[in-house]
């Protein structure tokens, strides 16, 4: 008779060699044992037997009608979507427009530096 035994061990570093049996487990066995079982060597095969529903009442199933939007709510939630829209744009833009006016100022720095240099290397050769 083949039979296998589940353990639980407590997690952590506490040694136990105390077996702690499954009931359930135990009952799933003792059902399976008791229906044709054959042993081969990659294992056991249990012959399935499926019984009829034990109720022929099928459930009911109740869920809330979705509410169908009004035509205002649509508007609104438009109206929204366009403000993001725009507020994102205008974000986008002024973004754009920083780093703009930050490589102006760049150029006008390198120009009067480029001038700068230039001045100083007539005043060398004279």
Known sequence: ETRSRFSLKPAGNTPTTEEVKMPEVEKQLTAAEAADCEVKPGGV???????????????????????????????????AAEDRRKSMEAHTLEKLAEKEKRAEE????????????DGEEEDKEN
């Open 45 to 79: 095969s249990f012959k399935v037997i499926l019984e009829d529903a034990k109720t022929s009442e099928a459930p009911e199933m109740r869920s809330t009608p979705t509410p169908s939007p009004s035509v205002e709510d649509i508007e609104n939630k438009l109206k």
């Open 106 to 117: 760049v150029r006008a720095k390198k120009a009067v530096r480029a001038e700068s240099l």
